[in-house]
């Protein structure tokens, strides 16, 4: 079941300077951290008092997920993720209803204990949603 949104993720090909810009707005950078098995590098900023964050994401070697994104579109919004209670279930649902599936099992996520998976849900959105789940968080 989903819970809430929990980020929204923005690519660029320059973390450095896309963190610049989200301390234009007085975010602030709450994590930061490579995700190897997409190959990217990730921060998450939030505004005081809320939960939802913004990551940025950023390739940090040829073969990185976040490449034919930038590639086709140029930097910008990449997907919006969903925090769900139980990732597994939630994501053999979305197959179920017709969602493509870009992960066919979940796998770690940019936060710690954070496992993600990431699906299509189909060329009338064109949306990229991202499935996240902390476990056991308190």
């Known amino acids: 079941m989903i819970l809430r949104i929990d980020h929204v993720g923005v690519v660029t090909n320059d973390i ?4 610049s810009g989200m301390g234009l707005m007085d975010l602030k ?8 098995v997409y190959g990217v590098a990730t921060s998450f900023w939030q505004c005081p008092g809320d939960t939802t964050s913004i990551e940025l994401v950023a ?5 990185a997920a976040v490449h034919g994104h930038l590639a086709r579109l ?6 919006v993720a969903f925090e769900v209670d ?13 969602a493509i599936l870009v992960d066919e099992k979940p796998c770690q996520g940019g936060r ?14 064109g949306l990229l949603v991202e499935l ?4 056991n968080r308190a």
Request: include cysteine; hydrophobic fraction near 35%; glycine fraction near 12%.
């Open 16 to 19: 450095k300077a896309a963190a």
């Open 29 to 36: 950078c709450t994590y930061e951290d490579d995700v190897d």
């Open 59 to 63: 390739p940090v070697r040829p073969d």
């Open 74 to 79: 140029g930097p910008g919004l990449n997907h």
């Open 86 to 98: 139980d990732i597994d279930a939630d994501l053999a649902a979305l197959q179920d209803r017709g």
């Open 112 to 125: 710690p204990g954070l496992r993600v998976a990431f699906a299509h849900l189909g060329p009338s959105t």
């Open 132 to 135: 996240v789940d902390y476990g």
